[in-house]
């Protein structure tokens, strides 16, 4: 049975989880021949910060199974005690479903891979460096996705209003107004539209609360499908295009 | 040593080494006393010379088993050499006679014989502009005089060369009257001459474009907005990073004015619009490289 050592580190901020790993061995003799990196956006926040290692655990085994043939006897270093816990006894004592299921998933894998032998480690600089990698990566793909977006200012001082593709997707609209929000300092908000299939949707994010600009768009909106409206954060659902909404707001801001 | 007792080579090789002791001279004196406005032949006729004389006496001197060199034409080669090399000195220190040196020579046969057969293409729509142009175009005048200009013509330019008359433009066998198109000209030769320029159907265009969804006329006076300010939206549409953004501080300043772009360099409604009508009609990214 071939040998090979999987190293995983990541992190969360929020709903925001990324990670990445390494893997290296008989058939991997460097450390970045086989490395990858993600990150995903959770339905909820983590409490117990484990799902970065499980899910890049998750995806190092999946890519030792398209990469290699042979069957393997892996060494995970685990550098959480409580994910060490996890692992050893799948997932007994733990109540979220969440982190059972990705616990299950792993073992699933590691068993389709041979056998994978888990040994207690401390944070080393490799998992500092994989995921200091996958924190890079990920604000890199974010600021992609705005170089790619169409934006414009109602007035001076006045709201931002970003105009996202579909391949932006896989980012909700509400981390991006909050990079938004960093982004432009001094505006008075920002306004984000992203087209989904049929509906387009347009997430308004606001300093001051203020939803003047909602209450006009919806009086002149034909398409308007539904609203959800929180205290800073307004989401306003509509049947019409991308480009019908964005001529109403440059009606209205003109 | 007598003149009997050079051979036939001899001569032709002193015959064309011997100008290339005056005619760089030749060059560099006419790039420096024409004016800035006139064209003068004789930088590219010297250096052309130069290059194809050198190269004629290193194919004759390969076969100099052939020729017995004469040891005038030794001494000839190191005065012609020496004179070459201050010549290339003083191109070196004056800006205006390198350029003038490397700006190429032009195709002769298309300048004036072409100029009675073109056709004469002028719009009616657009006489307007030509009427109405008394402060801006003395502005433009008297910034032109501030550029170090050198108004020769490159190869590629050839077919775009300007009438004697100074009030058109020859495009591609058309002579242009329209003194927007004229200045957008004037503008590319004075700060863009390696561009690809606009074609005049393609001004049009963009003329027309803009007209309809700006209220203010296009490149008249200094409340218009011409081809620098709408590449300069173009490229804040596109999201280039404007370097060296104080280079454009004017353009931004003017675009801001006219409420096409905040005083951030973001878009504005008017301007968004504007963009809009010039992606409707294909020419955001033609614009955009005006100023790049």
């Known amino acids: 049975m071939k040998k090979a050592r999987v190293r995983v580190g990541g992190g969360c901020r929020g709903r925001l989880i990324y990670y990445g790993y390494t893997v290296y061995g008989d058939k991997w003799r460097w450390m970045t021949e086989l490395e990858g990196y993600g990150y995903r956006f959770l339905p909820r926040r983590d409490k117990t910060g484990l799902t970065p290692y499980l899910h890049g655990l998750k995806s190092a085994l999946k890519k030792i199974i398209d990469e290699a043939n042979d069957q393997y006897e892996l060494i995970y270093y685990c550098p959480n005690k409580r994910l060490y816990e996890l692992l050893s006894s799948w997932g007994d004592g733990c109540r979220d479903k969440m982190i059972v299921d990705l616990v299950n998933e792993v073992k699933r894998l590691s068993n389709n891979v041979g056998y994978m032998k888990i040994v207690k480690s401390k944070i080393t600089s490799i998992e500092k460096r994989i995921r200091r990698d996958a924190e890079e990566k990920f604000n890199k793909d974010v600021e992609e996705v705005f170089k790619e977006s169409r934006s414009w200012i109602t007035s001076e001082d006045g709201y931002i209003v970003y105009i996202f593709d579909e391949s932006s997707r896989h980012i909700p609209l509400e981390y991006l107004s909050s990079i938004a929000f960093h982004r432009e300092n001094g505006a008075k908000g920002v306004m984000l539209l992203r087209s989904s299939g049929t509906v387009t949707r347009l997430l308004h994010h606001s300093i001051e609360g203020s939803r003047e600009i909602l209450d006009r768009l919806k009086r002149m909106d034909l398409g308007f499908v539904s609203e959800w409206r929180g205290t800073y954060r307004s989401l306003y659902v509509t049947r019409s295009s991308i480009d019908d909404v964005e001529e109403l707001l440059l009606e209205m801001a003109s | ?292």
């Open chain 2, 1 to 292: 040593m007598t003149l009997e007792e050079l051979s036939i080579t001899d001569i032709l090789m002193i015959a064309i080494v011997a100008p290339n002791i005056f005619l760089p001279w030749v060059g560099v004196v006419k790039a420096a006393i024409t004016r800035t406005e006139e064209y003068t032949v004789w930088p590219a006729i010297s250096l052309y010379y130069i290059l194809i004389s050198f190269v004629m006496v290193i194919l004759l001197s390969s076969v100099g088993i052939i020729i017995s060199i004469k040891p005038i034409i030794g001494e000839l080669l190191i005065y012609a050499s020496t004179s070459i090399l201050m010549a290339v000195i003083a191109g070196a220190i004056s800006e205006k006679v390198r350029r003038r040196f490397i700006e190429g020579l032009p195709r002769l046969s298309i300048q004036p014989k072409k100029v009675e057969n073109t056709h004469v293409k002028t719009h009616a729509s657009h006489r307007y502009y030509e009427d109405s142009r008394s402060k801006y175009y003395g502005r433009l005048a008297e910034q032109g005089k501030q550029h170090t200009l050198s108004e020769t013509m490159s190869s590629r330019e050839a077919s775009q060369e300007r009438h004697p008359s100074q009030n058109t433009v020859i495009v591609d066998g058309q002579v242009i009257r329209d003194r927007d198109y004229i200045d957008y000209f004037k503008w590319c030769r004075e700060n863009y001459r390696w561009h690809r320029r606009l074609t005049y159907d393609e001004f049009l265009k963009i003329k027309e474009a803009v007209s309809e969804k700006l209220s203010i006329r296009f490149l008249v006076g200094d409340s218009g907005v011409g081809i620098p300010e709408l590449s300069i939206l173009a490229r804040i549409s596109l999201r280039e990073g404007l370097r060296n953004s104080t280079v454009w501080a004017e353009a931004i300043r003017k675009l801001n004015k006219l409420g096409l772009v905040s005083r951030n360099c973001k878009l504005m409604p008017r301007g968004v619009r504007v963009v809009k009508a010039l992606k409707e009609v294909g020419m955001l990214e033609k614009i955009a490289e005006q100023t790049m």
